[in-house]
Every structure is written in structure tokens, then in C-alpha cells.
DNA sequence: AGTTGTCTTTGCGCTAGCGCAAATAAGCAG
DNA sequence: CTGCTTATTTGCGCTAGCGCAAAGACAACT
């Protein structure tokens, strides 16, 4: 897969960046293309890239000392992962980052972004901005997940999910996603057996359609209702 | 309260900054003085300011829609609060944040902040790296709060103060804490009365001591071992 | 069509931890 | 010293949600 300059303006941190800035940036970085359910880095690792998604879908897992893990996000095409470590200098990555499917990422040198921040304030700035958007998407789920109960939690994910993963289709108003029990279990904080619990009755209730790894949201609107805590 | 340049250099974000760059930052601020109690600001207040802390502490905390809270994080002299909402154009605060005692801190107009942005690269650099700790720790917090125990998380958070507000007393190697069960509670997701049945069992096992609003670790290595989840 | 591996469902038992209520203790003000 | 307020303790009951196990459903491969 080639990646382009055009490509690249569709990455957020990037979208002050100049033509040569970008062309410098591909230069300096390498493709890598990671098969399905293999691993662009794991957590621990020293920090030696900085990763943009050109396709495929990434998620970023972190494992307790016991090896139980949670999902922190999901990366779609064109958003950065392993930002985290790269910008600190000897750091490490504080997540795994597992393909779900065939994935390709252009790896940007950490020693290389580095010297792009000394002398780039955009970067810095857009970073930061970046940076200050997902903490307060990380504050809101700490804070849904020590006050609310594992049903909203679901619901919440599941709106969440919706939004940057879910594809409409036609004829009717239904959203389609495509995530395993265990998938949301790990986004919730729950088990695959309680989210198992919570779809068979939802889909009792009409408001949504399972299949294996696949989810059809029938009633978004009912889903809301659900996060709000009935 | 009088608020110096010598002062100002002690905030990690300012580390950089030049004096020039201080005494602009002073003359564009003023100085609030909150007393015990009283709020600096509320979630989902029109983020006008970015505050530095001079003196007291400043407990930040985010209200679910049901009035439920939790408690993000404690501030400390020379630490800023406030940033999420300021650096973003037009943002409102994602917490609200309320004195344990009575504070003085620095605000800093937005706007003049974003000025400063745009000329002062170091500020951004640095405003970022503070970022990017802030982020490891919600995920870290995030996975203790879906995989951990209760035990260990509370655990856990005694550990944490010990290393921020802990004070060393002179005779004993024991560390004083200034925390009431609920505060506890909050930073852990968890209730007044679980915490408080921990702190007993843990009196009895020698472990700790507490009083009312004070918790004295006198074994810090068996916290860790609980925290370890035993 | 059969085989295999993975995902999902559901029954069942269990317990960590919540939440109320009532008693007690500690600090503070007058 | 006394009364008032706020923090803490503890008993008690309860339930949300975990976790195991066994069975069923799918999808892919041969």
C-alpha cells in the first residue's frame, strides 16, 4: 500500500502541516502491514514509532499485572496510536496496540518526530489539542464507570461505537457494528456473559438484532434512554 | 497573596518560559482567593481562565447527570488545574473544582493563553508532555477501576497520595494522610461505608491508623501486597 | 456434508460490595 | 461544659453482576 501527501491531510494532527512537512514525514517513516489479530506493538515495548492508521482497524489494550486486560479504544483509518509513548523521550508504550483485521500503518520514527516538534509549533499545538480531547473522553468513561451501572455502561458504548464505527444502512434507519461480546465485555469493564445477558434482552425488546459479532441498533433512541438510567 | 516570577518558574509547564515570558504571564492574570469549601469553578462553566495553584488545595471532581460524583484528581501548590477547558477555543470546564482548604491561585485568561500559544512553542511542548502524563494516568486508573478490586484499588490510592500529599512525620517512618472516607470513596468508586470497613480491618491488622479525616500508613509495603491483589 | 474452532447463550450458585439505619465519636462554637 | 454538627462505625439485608459449565449456533475449511 502507498501512501500519499493527500493522505496524509487527513490526519487531524497534520492538517496545518505544509507539503514538504508531510513529504519530510514520508521520508522518514516506513510502511507496515500487520495481518489480523497480530500486534503493531505491545505494551512495555520501548516507544520507537509513532503510528498513523492508513487501513484496517488497531485496538489499543491495556493489561493489569494479572494479565486481565481493557480496551481503551478502538483506531480507525487516518488517526494516530502510540502517540503516547513516542512523544516522551525513552519512554515506553503503556498499551498493546492488536489488529482486528488486516491493517497498514505508516510508522513515523520517534527520534524523527522529535526534531519535527523542536522546530513545528503547529505540531505541538495540534498534538496537544489532540491530546486534550482524549482526556476528557478518558475522564467521562472513569467517570461512567465508577458511577454508572453495567447496563448504561453498555448502552453508552454501544451510542459510542455507533458514532465512530457504525455504518448505516439503506433502506432502514438501523446502524450496523461489528464487535464480539468479549469486545464490548472489555470496552465496559464487564464480562461476555453479563453483555451476552443484556443483548439477548435488548433483542427481546426489539430495540436491537445480534448475530455472531455483528450488532444492528433497531431504536438508537431507546439505547439513550437506557444510558440515562431508565 | 503576592504571586513572584521566582514563583511561577517552580510549574512545570513554565519551566521553559523566560522571565519575559513570566512577568507577561503575571500582568495579564489576576489572583483568586477561594475560601474552604467554596468552588473555583463548576463543570460546564465557560472556561475563561487557567488557573495555577499558589497555596491550598484544590480537589477537581465530575458529576455524573444523576448528581453522582467522582474525584478526578487533587491539586497542589504550583500545579495548574483548569487547563482542559482553557486551552480549547470557546471550551467549557469538563469538572468542577472545589477547595479543601483555603487556596489562592493565578488565573490566567484564556485568551491571553491562546496568544501566547501561538508564538511560544515551548508552551504547547511542554503543556503537552503534561498531558500525555495526565492521559497515562486516567488509563491507568481506568483499568484498575474495570479489573481491580475494590481492596486494591483503595489500596492503591493511599499508595498514591503517600507519594502527593503524604507528610513523613519526623519520629516514626509512618505518613500522614488528610483524607475523609468519602474524599476516599470518591477517588476510588467506590462508598463511604465500604471504605470505612477496609480502614478497620486494616487498623486491626496494624497496617494503618486513622482517625477522624486522618489516615496514618504505618506498613506501607502491605499495601502495596494488597494492591497487588494479595 | 462433516469437522473443527470460535462465539454465544443460559442455568445456577455465589459473593463482593452497596445502601440504609442507628449508634458512637470527634471537633467546634458559645 | 454543653450542645450541635459532621464524620465514622457496624449490623443487616440485599442484589447486581461475576464466573463456571454445558449446550447450542455459526463460519470456515476439507
Known amino acids: 500500500m502507498e501512501i500519499s501527501i493527500k493522505d496524509l491531510k487527513q490526519v487531524v494532527v497534520f492538517q496545518n502541516a505544509t507539503d514538504d512537512d508531510l513529504r519530510l514525514i ?26 498513523v492508521l492508513a487501513s484496517g ?4 489494550m491495556q493489561a493489569n499485572p494479572n494479565g486481565q486486560q481493557v480496551n481503551l479504544r478502538t483506531i480507525y483509518p487516518w488517526q494516530m496510536f502510540g502517540a503516547l509513548g513516542a512523544v516522551r523521550a525513552e519512554a515506553s508504550y503503556p498499551a498493546s496496540a492488536q489488529t482486528l ?70 433502506k432502514d434507519a438501523a446502524i450496523e457494528l461489528s464487535f464480539s461480546r468479549q469486545d464490548v465485555a472489555e470496552m465496559t469493564g464487564s464480562t461476555l456473559f453479563t453483555v451476552s445477558r443484556l443483548f439477548s434482552e435488548w433483542e427481546r425488546q ?24 431508565v
Open 26 to 51: 514520508l521520508q522518514n517513516s516506513i510502511t507496515r502491514s500487520v495481518e489480523e489479530g497480530g500486534f503493531f506493538f505491545f505494551q512495555g515495548d520501548s516507544a520507537e514509532y509513532l503510528y
Open 57 to 60: 482497524q488497531v485496538k489499543l
Open 101 to 170: 483485521e488486516d491493517s497498514t500503518a505508516l510508522a513515523i520514527h520517534s527520534k524523527f518526530l522529535h526534531s519535527m516538534l523542536e522546530t513545528r509549533p503547529y505540531l505541538s499545538f495540534d498534538l496537544m489539542n489532540l491530546m486534550t480531547a482524549y482526556i476528557q473522553e478518558m475522564q467521562a468513561r472513569y467517570r461512567e464507570l465508577a458511577t454508572e451501572r453495567v447496563e448504561q455502561r453498555v448502552a453508552n458504548a454501544l451510542i459510542r461505537l455507533a458514532g465512530q464505527a457504525g455504518i448505516r444502512s439503506e
Open 206 to 229: 426489539g430495540i436491537i438484532k445480534t448475530g455472531r459479532e455483528r450488532i444492528r441498533i433497531l431504536k438508537p433512541h431507546e439505547l439513550v434512554r437506557i444510558a440515562d438510567g
